[in-house]
Every structure is written in C-alpha cells, then in structure tokens.
C-alpha cells in the first residue's frame, strides 16, 4: 500500500469523499475499511438502505463492469465481495428492522450431477452485492432442492448453473416439475454455465441465459423491474 494512501482517516472525510473512498475501497477488497466505513455513515443517521444503495452496490456495480471487460479477475472480484459481504453482515440485521426495500430474492444452485461452483458463488456474490437476497443451495442439487426452496423463501428468481454438457439437460427437468406444478409463471429463471447459451435456455424454456457474474445482474435487474411494472399496471386496470 501506498504511504499518502495510509494517511487517509475516513472519520475525517465528508460524506461524498468517505463514499467515494468506499467505492475504492471494495474495489481493493479492503474488509476493515469498508467495515469502518459502513459504520461511520451509520453513525452520520445514513439510514442501512443509504449506506447499502449509496456505498455498497454503487461500489460493486464498477466492480461488475470491470469484471465484464476483463480489467477484473475473479480472485479481485472475490476479495471486493467478501469486502461487501463484511459489509453486508453490519447493515442485514438494520435493514430488516427499517423494512428496507429488497431489490429481490433469489434462490440458486448447480443442478444434479454437476460439483462445479465457483461460477455459481460469484453470481451469489455480485447478486447480494447488488442488494438481493440470495439462497444458495450448493452443488448437485436434484429437483426436490429446488421446489422445496422455492416453497419456502418464495423466491422472484431461480439460478440454476451447470459447467458439464452431460448435466445440462437436468435444468429442463427442474423447469418441467415447475411447471407440473403450475408455479414456473410466478418466478424468473435464469441459467448459466460455460457450455450453455442462449438457444440452449430458450429450449429447456429458462427465461434468459446469463452469460456471467456481471451480466447475471442486469438481466435480473432488468427482468424484475419489468415484472413489477406489469404486476402494477395488471392491478390497476
């Protein structure tokens, strides 16, 4: 590290420099900084959703867009969202108790037979970087995983990940039993994985292939807000 950058003391930055350092910050991964960061806007009544939309998913949204370009690696982008989790672990507990708003709820896992899973950990990880609530059911998740998740956090969004060729095929069979049981309208699915694409999702009948971490994010972004703005307008007609 650099020496002028040692003589930087957050508490002694205004608000706009002290999120504009945080921004920095996670972009270096730094855990403590953004810890102590969090904590001093907290202690300025920035309310947990400020700091968390402001400080956090501001900072991991530049992140996600060097990652995409390649000015990012996955071991940097790793450290910038352990740096957010730490974050994340200050503000969850606050933002439940103020009702903050969630930007949504996602329930993710690699599908039977597949033990693949760093692709997976970094979409969970920019996904709660960018505010939403993620379930991660781990690696070779048979169907029952799925729809027992589904039931009990009712998620906007299923994430399922597959890196084998031979595995791929089991996400239809998740996409089949939703729709057995009349649920597959009520949730986004989006699949991922180096061999897929996006003829492959439009087959097995996923609503968007996610090409990576970064792009994960604006697509359920994207597909979200349009649902909730249909949702609206359905009521209030």
């Known amino acids: 590290m ?3 950058e ?17 921004h920095d910050d996670l972009y270096d991964g730094l855990k403590e900084e953004i810890e102590e960061g969090v904590n001093i806007l907290l202690g300025r009544k920035w309310t947990p959703y400020e700091v968390l939309t402001k400080a956090l998913v ?4 530049i992140v996600g867009i060097d990652f995409r370009d390649g000015i990012l690696f996955v ?16 503000l969850r507990p606050l933002l439940a108790e ?13 599908v039977k037979g597949d033990i693949h899973d760093i692709g997976k950990n970094l979409v969970s990880m920019m996904m709660e970087g960018a505010g939403f609530e993620v379930i991660d059911l781990g690696i070779n998740n048979p169907v029952e995983n799925y729809l027992a998740a589904i039931e009990e956090h009712q998620p906007d969004i299923i994430g399922m990940s ?4 031979t595995t791929m095929p089991y996400m239809k069979v998740v996409i089949e039993a939703m729709k057995e ?21 439009e087959s097995v009948g996923a609503d968007a292939y996610c090409r990576d971490a970064a792009v994960t994010v ?15 307008e359905a009521m209030a007609n």
């Open 162 to 165: 597959a890196l084998l060729t």
């Open 218 to 232: 604006e697509i359920a972004k994207e597909m979200i807000a349009e649902r909730r703005r249909s949702n609206s």
């Open 2 to 4: 650099a020496d002028d």
């Open 98 to 110: 103020t009702g903050a708003p969630s930007v949504g709820k996602m329930v993710i896992g690699t």
């Open 6 to 22: 040692e003589d930087i003391v957050l508490s002694e930055l205004d608000d706009d420099e002290l999120v504009q350092q945080m």
């Open 75 to 90: 071991p940097e982008v790793l450290m910038a969202a352990n740096a957010m989790k730490a974050g994340m672990f200050i």
């Open 181 to 201: 049981k009349g649920i597959r309208d009520d949730h986004i699915v989006l699949v991922g994985g180096a061999p897929l694409n996006e003829a492959f999702a």
């Open 58 to 61: 501001e900072g991991m949204r």
